[in-house]
């Protein structure tokens, strides 16, 4: 029996957690996670969104924009040798 109330429980508690995002915090998130400083409450946050998707794409420009950036910083020192 206490499996049955364990299984409500944690049903209910799931349905509350899940909540949208906003760009802010998917920001805040996938910035947090790449220089590996994302903190226990924010990583459980996260993962109780309805869906992964918004931070997979903030992963991926993120890491896009990353890889120009380092591109451009390079093609610049380099032209000044």
Known sequence: MTD???????RSDGSRGKKNPGILKIMQSVLAGAFGVQSGKR????????????YIIAG??????????????VGWVLSGQ
Do not use: K
């Open 4 to 10: 049955n109330n364990d299984n409500n429980q944690d």
């Open 60 to 73: 991926i420009l993120f890491t896009v924009g990353f890889v120009v950036a380092l591109a451009l910083i």
């Open 43 to 54: 990583h459980q946050e996260d993962f109780s969104s309805q869906s992964p998707w918004p």
